[in-house]
């Protein structure tokens, strides 16, 4: 186990290295934020001071071991138009975003799970047919419709929700949360919900596709006949089975949440990253960008490690696997 | 599999592969409907300029007095606006219909370019095993670890907008789908016994990978596929209302959509509202599609 670990750490670290190579030559490489930044009025003196100020005029592998370094002491450069280190920028609006993300995969699980077991369970039924049909539905809107769409009934025209915004905030543990407040809940509600419902579609098809594989299997023909009852074969034999992918998806899905909030931001104007980044690309905020993309690299690559991690709990032919190896 | 099925079971009638397909296809008839809706969807965007009372993108037919009409408003060029014009005065049917062009060119584009590519190494991984297999799956992984939004969002932010950025963008973050599905398969199907007939005939080996292999990994690729071009009509629109896809000149749905944001807050409900329902209805007619196929094609499945 230990092994497995410290390999799977390692090449954690090589993927954060490539990562950042990419990223940085990428986002380095094209345009020229000189245009970007500095007014056209600017004299031949004063754009060459803000060259050198921004560290523009090294060479790029110049460039990239600077950043390099600095991004080890955690100084991922600083916003070319906020003037502020661009990772304080991030972790500000970082509160928002994960309230967002934990908000949609608490709904999804809550609203999934029992819709996936029932249409697993009488996959002919009328019901399990419209849960079906709903799901199809969750995955093929697109979100930022569905969001305009929210907006235009619960906003416009009832007049219920607020559209844009996060509302009155509560602090904790130092940062600032909408859902400590009930103004704050208003704002989130709809964001929340248009983040969620691919999610939901999603878990319902992996529980319900899960069920119906494992309902097949031998084990569970083997405990029907031993006589068990309906529900202990539902809840012990197949929902504990069916239990692993949804796990591994809904927490891998924690990471692609936190990076699709950048549309659902964007239709809501809610202040997270996601906003932040899309802003950030429009005017070539270099430092922005490469520091959002390098905190969600880390993010993912941690999540995938936990992940992985939680698996080998769940299913001991993984930790069996990794000792062969 | 299907030779084994028949050769089991001697029906009266020859049924080869195909026509049970195409029955067992057929058992769902909301797959039907989605298969037709999706046909005549496809039928109006290859037609579409003998279809539409106007051309979208000609700026001499746009008459700017006729911009925001309410739906059903006859303008000033004499035809009536079923759906309504945007702010430059365009009849949203006709956008509509020239917006699908955009969005099934691209999505079925990106999506063929990204399955060739993807296939392709994900054949050849399975095939050469060893050192070449695990570079071109830790290439995947990789690839697959990042959320699809945000690689897309990136090449698109390296790139610069435009539609052949939006496919370069989208063959990038969709190829290694394909590559992990057909090396999955290939893995199986490379260790049966016609495989390695193949191989003690000494035939070429790309004759062994695409005569051979090839064939058998297809039933998970075509489902793959089909959700895939759904899924790249989707990102499409997605990237476009973020104002990093196509350009405004010639608007795809997403643009269409994005264009009617700001005018929905005032209740002019039709500029974003058409576009999404055909987006909808284009992207759930091939899931649903897709959906049966995998129902179909998934011999875990079977009863």
């Known amino acids: 186990m230990t092994v497995y670990l410290v390999r799977r750490i390692l090449q954690a670290l090589l993927v954060v290295l490539a990562m950042s190579l990419i990223v940085f030559i990428g986002v380095y490489a094209i345009g020229d934020p000189v245009e970007i930044l500095i007014s056209p009025d600017a004299d031949q003196i004063e754009r060459e001071r803000a060259v050198q100020a921004l560290g523009l005029d090294l060479p790029l592998w110049q460039q990239y071991a600077v950043f390099l370094t600095k991004a080890l002491q955690g100084d991922l450069g600083r916003s070319f138009v906020y003037n502020e280190p661009a990772l304080k920028l991030i972790l500000q609006r970082m509160p928002a975003t994960m309230e967002l993300a934990f908000g949609a995969t608490i709904l999804a699980l809550i609203i999934g799970l029992p819709l996936g077991l029932y249409a697993g369970l009488r996959p002919d039924g009328r019901f399990s047919r419209m849960i079906m049909a709903g799901s199809i539905l969750g995955f093929s809107l697109p979100t930022f419709w569905v969001g305009l769409m929210l907006i235009m009934v619960f906003a416009v025209y009832l007049g219920w929700l607020p559209s844009t915004g996060r509302g009155e905030t509560g602090t904790l543990l130092g940062m600032q949360w909408s859902f400590l407040t009930w103004d704050g809940l208003r704002h989130m509600a709809m964001p929340a919900i248009n983040l969620s419902l691919f999610k939901i579609s999603l878990v319902i098809r992996l529980t319900r596709a899960g069920v119906r594989e494992t309902m097949l299997m031998d084990y569970v023909k083997f405990a029907r006949a031993k006589g068990l009852s309906p529900a202990r074969v539902t809840f012990v034999h197949v929902f504990k089975n069916i239990l692993i992918p949804v796990v591994t998806v809904v927490g891998l899905e924690l990471g692609s949440t936190i990076a699709f909030s950048v549309v659902t931001e964007s239709v809501f104007a809610w202040p997270g990253m996601g906003k932040l980044i899309i802003d950030s690309i429009n005017v070539l905020d270099r430092p922005v960008i490469v520091a959002y993309l390098m905190l969600i690299v880390l993010m993912f690559i941690a999540i995938n490690l936990i992940v992985d991690l939680t698996y080998s709990m769940l299913d001991p032919r993984v930790r069996l696997e990794s000792k062969g190896t | ?303």
């Open chain 2, 1 to 303: 599999m299907s030779d084994a099925v028949i050769a089991a079971k001697p029906a009266d009638k020859v049924e080869t592969p195909f026509r049970r397909f195409v029955s067992e296809f057929a058992e769902s008839k909301v797959a039907l409907g989605g298969l037709v809706v999706f046909v005549i969807i496809a039928l109006l965007a290859i037609f579409a300029p003998w279809i539409t009372p106007q051309n979208p993108y000609d700026l001499a037919e746009l008459d700017i007095m006729d911009g925001r009409m309410e739906p059903g408003t006859v303008g000033g060029a004499g035809f009536t606006y079923w759906l309504g014009t945007d702010d430059q005065g365009r009849d949203m049917l006709s956008g509509i219909i020239y917006g699908l062009r955009i969005s099934l060119t691209v999505g079925a584009g990106s999506a063929l370019i990204a399955c060739l590519i993807g296939a392709s190494l994900g054949l050849l991984a399975a095939y050469a095993g060893g050192r070449t297999d695990s570079v071109i799956m830790r290439l995947v992984d990789l690839q697959l670890s990042f959320p699809t939004i945000l690689a897309a969002l990136m090449i698109l932010a390296f790139l610069g907008k435009g539609i052949m950025n939006v496919v370069i963008a989208l063959v990038l973050v969709e190829w290694a789908y394909y590559a992990r599905t057909v090396r999955g398969t290939a893995l199986v199907e490379r260790r049966r016994e016609y495989i390695e007939a193949a191989q003690c005939l000494a035939l070429p080996t790309h004759r062994v990978l695409f005569r051979h292999l090839l064939p058998n990994c297809l039933p998970p690729l075509i489902v793959v596929g089909t959700m895939q071009v759904a899924r790249a009509i989707a990102l499409e629109a997605t990237l476009s209302f973020l104002g990093l896809g196509v350009p405004i000149t010639e608007p795809s749905l997403g643009l269409l959509i994005a264009n009617g944001y700001e005018y929905m807050l005032s209740g002019k409900y039709w500029i974003s509202f058409y576009p999404g329902i055909a987006l909808l209805i284009t992207i759930v007619s091939i899931n649903l599609v897709g959906d049966q196929l995998r129902d179909v094609l998934n011999p875990r499945l079977k009863k």
